[in-house]
């Protein structure tokens, strides 16, 4: 019974977390373009860039209300489902999302409000540094719950007592064993899905022959961006199995399917494609290229030193293989897939055919698809690759009741008698996912909420989608709309309200500015009759 | 019978305060625990009576997306304080936080439905123009907005009522609490529990609230017409208030007489009390003078009032245990350490945080406009 609740919590955590991982990393990466089309625009003066940043701002905002939606799940789902895990990491883990919300989310949110709604509110210098807020924001809690998480990979730190993890050392945590190399991963992740989400929809345009000059914009800077970023992902993904071969042998086991340790002096293959066999404890078809992994880690095609198969670990302790060994390769084979679509793209921009080649440009309209398939394929393997563990075994002094220091290891390595090593965790300074769901929800409840998800995802994505693409179809808006817009802020600066108010609105302004006219001498706090630079200086002063 | 017992435990569980041994950061973070809760319930709270009120006071689609955009660019931002709320109780006292959210696991869930709905309601609403596709979304915003307030309301009514932990006598070490009846308890039978008469009573009170104070700050936002509806549910929603608060007052002195435990040791504190009666008072007299800021800060001040009675009668307890010993700030608080580090963080963050929440309000004051961009 408890068995099944873990389960069910499980299932609930991949689905909530999956679903609001779609929109973040959309986010972030269109986030920097947006800072580059509008920080261009005011350099620049030209209008097309301004149009680019208002569109992109509509599609920015749609898809950050969702992330905003789906993300509060997230942060009350510790404590719903996950009591025991709460309890064990609340000293170290809750800091860091305290951060979060002090120093990211009200960022984000806050200027998104003038980000969105402030286009004829604010002066465009004061609209541009909204932008740039809001960027910095959705970055900064990439920074926050990526420290978190990776401390659960690699915990750092911390010392054991009271039967929970507790700080001793606030750096040590933020700057654990794997946090900068995996920031970086998901900063690049969400740099090629937002470039790959302007890429289709300009893509999609050129097919349609519309919004030319949008598009003739747009492409060059999204396609550099997806290009560099495409580029940066292997090298910074080297970096990072690297550095899961030195704190998770066991996962890179899992993503390699590595059963069997490899002998010295024969070297470790590196598997391109297998089916694995979870029931026999083998790779099937597996095609793969010998020592290459060895060469990756060592720079030695025979050296193994370090490289374990998962036969150096008892059962219970190992990670599933099927889940991330396919979910690993689907991302390292998308990285090499962006890499080939981008540096095509290039090749095309180079020799100023890009928009004539039809075929690319479906390629281009449908490779947004990757990105999104990349970005949860690598957290999945990374997360159930961590398996069975929630907290992974770490070094750390651990304080017994009694008050007895000890320094634990977070693995200790003993030989069987047929000579072969064997690791055992340490159960003291780890937690199970097994053990860290919580005591007090019950299975039906566990349901329940299972199945409000469920539906409440099923109805909030297609509507998400076709908002979405009612936008796109909609498309940028045109110079002389901007300039209408523009136009009319301008003249409330002299009129006082409502002159760019939509249908019906005439009866209001009239109302309005006799209203305006009565409360002049209240003292004004009610006319946004003052001028849009002044509204710019006052805000500027108070942040 | 039941009632009976719930009664007496909930009197014995009034430990006395001096009994409980906490430190200054624990305080501390009681505190600003208590002005996270106040800055969230004053903003996100009219954005619920502006939910609660959305489909009565708008009579076309011209007037509800008025009532929509008044609470437009900024609904998102006052949600935030709820999201640190929960951080800063989880970093905090991750005893509480594990335990109380997985207690209500249930009504959490809801709440977080009538958070998501309301949240894209919202957010699809003006999309498209079609009248049935506008009027689905108005009523899943009123819907939404009307669930999160009941469930926030008993909330409130459970905390003062309390759960059943642990069989009496066996103590809390470093705040771990056994949960074995808790997981007896079938779903219905916890719901049956967490939704009976007292926290449904703080249900229909926390509705009142905020039902009162969106319907003022509507009143602020709007003109013409629109406003007159809006001053006629001032009246409503502040009798409907006025009389649930001394109905809630009573219930709570005779049903859960713990909660003047703070104010018996801390007699000043009586000020509380007496400024909230001049607060309450001063609403209906600023609205009649047709001074709704007034009443708009009466009604905030108010609010503030009651989270902080609310405060007050936990204080120093987080989870009142009815079979045995509370969980209090001192038994369930992180190490000093991780305190002070966030005592670090928000002494840093906060500044900021106030300044461009203000800026952002400054930038959208006034009544409210449809532009190009508005829902």
Redesign the interface.
Known sequence: MELDVVQLQRMQFALTIMFHYLFPPLTIGLGVLMVVFEGTYLKTKKPIYEIAARFWTKLFA?SF??G??????M??Q????W??Y??F???????A???????A???E??????L???????GPKMHFFSTL?VSLGSIFSSVWIIVANSWQQTPAGHHI????A???D?WAVVFNHSTIARLTHVWIGAMILGAFFVLSICAWYALKRKHMTFVKTCVPIALVFAFVASLLAPIQGHYQAHNVYENQPAKLAAFEGLYTTPKEGEGAALSLFGIVNEDENKIEAEIAIPGLLSFLIHQDFSKTEGIRGLDQYDEVDRPPVAIPYYTYHTMVGLGMVFILVTSLGMFFLWRGKLYDKRWFLWVLVLAVIGPYIANQAGWVAAEVGRQPFIVYPNDANYTADNGTVTAEAGWTETTTEDGTPRLTPNERTSLRTQDAA?????E??AI??LI?FII?YFI?FP?WLF?LN?KIQRGPESEEEVAA?KKARDERKGTG??A??????D??KA??MT?AKQDKPAGG????AADATD?ND??KE?? | MEFASLLIASAESAQGIAAVDWNFLQLLWFVLLGVLLIGYTILDGFDFGVGILHPFVGKTDYERRITINSIGPLWDGNEVWLITFGGALFAAFPEVYATVFSAFYVPFMLLLLALILRAVSLEFRSKFEAGSWRGLWDYLFFGSSALAAILFGAAVGNAIMGLPLEAAGEPVASGRVSLDILREMTMLDKLAYQLSWYPLLCAVFTVTIFGMHGSIYLYLKTEGELQERCKRWVWRWFFAFAAMYVVVTIATLIAHPHVTGALTEFPFLWIIPALNALAVANIPRAMYKGRPAYAFISSCATIAALVFLFGMALFPNLVINTEGVNMTIANTASSDHTLTIMAIIAAVGMPFVLAYTGAVYWTFRGKVELGKFSY
Not at chain 1, 109 to 114: D, E, I, M
């Open positions: 749609v209300a969702v905003v939606a789906s993300g509060i799940v942060e009350f510790f404590g719903t489902g009591a025991d709460s309890r990491v609340g000293d170290v883990f809750g800091s999302l305290a951060a979060e919300g002090i120093f989310f009200f960022l949110s806050g200027f998104l409000a003038v969105v709604f402030g286009w004829d509110r604010v807020m007592i009271n039967g929970r507790e700080v001793v606030f919580s005591k007090s929800v019950r039906e409840e329940f909420s409000i409440m909030l509507v908002v009612d817009a309200f409502a760019t108010a939509v249908a019906g609105a009866k209001a109302q309005s209203q706090s009610d006319q946004p509204d006052d805000v108070d942040v």
